[in-house]
């Protein structure tokens, strides 16, 4: 179980309107860490980031490790 300990990982990105342009230095974030993750959410909205950061710390912390 050494490798199932419980991360909250917070990344950044390009700006929202550049997404999906190809823009320098943008990374698809979402599709490199849906594989060995529980749990990925792209916040767009400044106003999503409590509800997002709470459920991201309950994911973390409830049910059975993740699965790499």
């Known amino acids: 179980m050494i490798d199932s300990n419980p991360i909250v990982c917070v990344t950044g990105q390009v700006f929202a309107a550049l997404l999906g342009t190809d823009a ?3 990374t698809d974030v979402i599709n490199i860490t849906t ?4 749990w990925n959410y792209q916040v767009t909205d400044a106003n999503e980031i409590p509800e997002v950061m709470a459920k991201a710390f ?3 912390k409830t ?3 993740a699965q790499c």
Not at 35 to 38: C, G
């Open 24 to 26: 320098f230095q943008e």
């Open 35 to 38: 594989p060995v993750t529980k």
């Open 58 to 60: 309950y994911i973390a």
């Open 63 to 65: 049910g059975a490790p």
